[in-house]
């Protein structure tokens, strides 16, 4: 019965797993110079006073969002949307729905003719089918996927048969956040990147009195998933997940099993890792500096800013590479939040305008400053300090 | 008296309309979307495609939604003979002549009224925390090491504690509707009983709870209903996504229907949710013949 519910988790960890690799394509293709009918703001420069903007009076906008209004990504979409509501003169109904609202309200709301325009959320959007609209025209139109990781490009790509129906943006990276200070107090100068020197960081951690991992119940399976992707690969982990050749009795499976085992008998895990209902590990054990280690995404750095306070040195590395592994290090789970625009739009182009405001120049780096997050806009180069070390794994295929 | 039959239809169509239309049809539309195949709740029935009792077989495979049924059932059976005993006992102290009833029934009430969501985290923070929480804090003031390092929200207790912070919450409900059947019971029988030299426990058995064979089957059809939907108390003890121990059919059916909460699991399945929702249905429909069969009270009169 575990079983089911590791699967459950697994295949959300893997349908985010891509390949950083440079050998895949990126599919980006050079966008020609057409000229749009209504001119819109310049993709670069988007995010500042803009004195082109276009001209969208009289048209209005229902906006949807899944933060909360005074979360600090809505509060930045806030002020996005009042910056982009007086450059263009159109009208934007903002509506803070926040997680569950969009959940269980927006597809009901769009099959009971309800006018909602464009909305975010969690990445894949691909449950909400002919609800939401294609893209491509779209971000030919702003030429606006020159200026966008690539790699998510695709990732969004990949949830709708190929064709871009969301907009990524708070890009994520899912492996372990760490202590960088614990670290150096334990003598460590390197990161680990393979087994055994994950192994050696654990037992030095645990010999300068540190408690080297833990975790919480909603992100226990995180690190069981990555390690048997690293074992396996994403398509022998998606067998295991629908039991399909052999799916659970794989000799993987055990040795992913064997090597928890192996850390918990260690003692490498906190003693209290067993009764750790989220965010309890998280809050109490991880961000107070009593643990050393906690695999789980980019987006726990902002969840407990008011608990570690400026001083907490964050660093990150990936899930290290198991010996006979099929993924070395190259693979990492990746995702993102986005945008759509629903079927219910009439006017796309200033919907679409609104989501470039937003991922693109002063805002996108105002929200990626603001929530400790990564920026959308491959021109903002400024990282948060507390993921700088993530700087150099993430897939991006415009650096190789 | 003549009845004036067009006056009785002008009173009763409206109320007989709305009964129909938010009770009996979406009633009606369940039960048919359970033997659907669907995607979204407010898919347009052109898109249903009939799959016959596929829904059914389909959950009773499922070893999940078969844990999630065994824990129901043992939250029902355990919770129920936990809450019963102790409101009885509760309420019959509290009839008994006690002073302060006023305030003991209140306090006891008291966590009905506060949201569930303050209640269990309450007791997951500071309760049953493994390093700062009461339990362990209580079991090392006490010097009992064996007991003060048991993790109660580990894998092996996490059940038990949902069950009791759960209980706690609603012992008062049970309490107030045992108190009103024991009120209604005449003091005669009483005064007779103790100059006939009867002591409380004596006639606690032989009067008061024969007397209240109603009021029980009230409580466990009562009982039955909020445990049937059991949910947000899981969904607090395991959040972003459901666990084996705490998992039941209310949360598998928010899962089917909406989608995982942490992860990219986007695909939904309305069908299989309308037939967990029969299946609570008929689960309560069950325990509610079964009470009225068993706790027939209608060989008393007083």
């Known amino acids: ?400 | 008296m003549k009845r004036n039959k067009s006056m009785i239809l002008a009173f009763t169509i409206p109320g007989t309309l709305l009964f129909l239309l938010t009770f009996v049809y979406p009633i009606i539309r369940t039960v048919i979307m359970s033997f659907f195949s669907i995607t979204e709740i407010t898919d347009p029935v052109s898109k249903w495609a009939f799959s016959g009792i596929q829904n059914y077989t389909a959950l009773f495979q499922n070893s999940l939604f078969q844990t999630s049924l065994w824990n129901l059932f043992r939250i029902w059976l355990y919770g129920g003979i936990i809450i019963m005993a102790v409101s009885l006992l509760l309420a019959t102290i509290l009839t008994s002549g006690v002073r302060g009833k006023g305030f003991f029934q209140a306090a006891i009430y008291l966590p009905n009224v506060i949201s569930a969501v303050a209640m269990a985290t309450m007791w997951i923070q500071y309760v049953f925390n493994s390093s700062y929480g009461f339990l362990t804090n209580f079991f090392k003031a006490l010097h009992l090491d064996a007991l003060a390092s048991i993790q109660w929200l580990d894998g092996d207790h996490k059940f038990w504690a949902l069950l009791i912070s759960y209980c706690f919450g609603m012992i008062g409900h049970h309490m107030l509707i045992w108190i009103s059947g024991i009120e209604r019971i005449s003091t005669d029988y009483y005064e007779a009983a103790g100059i006939d030299g009867a002591n409380k426990i004596k006639q606690f058995f032989h009067i008061t709870l024969p007397l209240l064979k109603g009021i029980l089957r009230t409580n466990i059809i009562m009982w039955s209903i909020s445990v049937a939907g059991f949910f947000i108390w899981s969904q607090l003890f395991s959040p972003l996504t459901p666990d084996t121990s705490t998992v039941v059919p209310m949360v598998y059916m928010y899962v089917k229907l909406f989608g995982a909460d942490s992860v990219d699991v986007v695909s939904r399945d309305a069908g299989s949710g309308a037939a967990i929702g029969i299946i609570l249905c008929l689960f309560i429909v069950i325990i509610f013949n079964v009470a009225n069969r068993l706790l027939k009270d209608d060989d008393l009169e007083f």
């Open chain 1, 1 to 400: 019965m575990k079983k089911r519910i590791a699967a459950t988790l697994l295949t959300g960890i893997l349908t985010l797993t891509m390949l950083a690799g440079c050998a895949q394509g990126s599919g980006q293709t050079e966008t020609s110079g057409t000229t749009p009918a209504a001119q819109p703001a310049g993709s670069t420069a988007a995010g500042g006073e803009n004195t082109d903007a276009p001209d969208y009076s009289g048209i209005k906008l229902v906006y949807w969002s899944n933060w909360e209004a005074t979360e600090p990504q809505g509060i930045v979409i806030k002020e996005a949307v009042e910056a982009y509501e007086k450059e263009t003169g159109v009208e934007i109904d903002l509506e803070f729905k926040g997680r569950k609202g969009i959940k269980e309200g927006l597809i009901p709301a769009l099959d009971a003719d309800q006018q909602v325009d464009l909305f975010d959320g969690q990445g894949n959007k691909s449950n909400y089918g002919d609800r939401t609209v294609s893209l491509e025209d779209l971000v030919k139109q702003f030429d606006y996927e020159k200026d966008t990781n690539p790699v998510m490009m695709e990732l969004a790509r990949s949830y709708t048969d190929g064709v871009l129906k969301e907009i990524p943006y708070q890009f994520k990276a899912n492996a372990y956040l760490y202590n960088k200070k614990l670290f150096r107090d334990a003598g460590i100068d390197k990161a680990p990147s393979n087994w055994t020197e994950f192994l050696d960081t654990c037992q030095k951690l645990k010999d300068s009195g540190v408690i080297p991992l833990t975790t919480d119940d909603a992100y226990a399976p995180q690190a069981f998933g990555m390690h048997l992707a690293r074992l396996m690969g994403s398509d022998g982990v998606n067998e295991v997940m629908f039991n399909e050749n052999g799916g659970w009795e794989r000799p993987e499976v055990l040795q992913a099993a064997k090597a928890f085992e192996d850390l918990a008998g260690k003692g490498y895990f906190s003693p209290l890792v067993g009764s750790n209902v989220w965010p309890t590990g998280q809050n109490t054990e991880f961000a107070v500096g009593k643990a050393a280690m906690y695999c789980v995404g980019t987006y726990v750095p902002n969840e407990v800013k008011t608990i570690t306070g400026g001083d907490f040195e964050w660093g990150f590395f990936n899930y290290p590479e198991v010996e006979g592994g099929v993924n070395g290090t190259e693979a990492m789970v990746v995702g993102a939040q986005s945008f759509a625009i629903t079927s219910k739009c009439e006017h796309p182009e200033a919907a679409f305008g609104l989501i470039e405001k937003l991922t693109r120049g002063e805002y996108d780096a105002k929200l990626a400053a603001e929530t400790l997050g990564l920026p959308a806009d491959l021109n903002n180069t400024s990282w948060p300090a507390e993921l700088t070390e993530l700087h150099d794994d993430f897939p991006d295929l415009r650096r190789c």
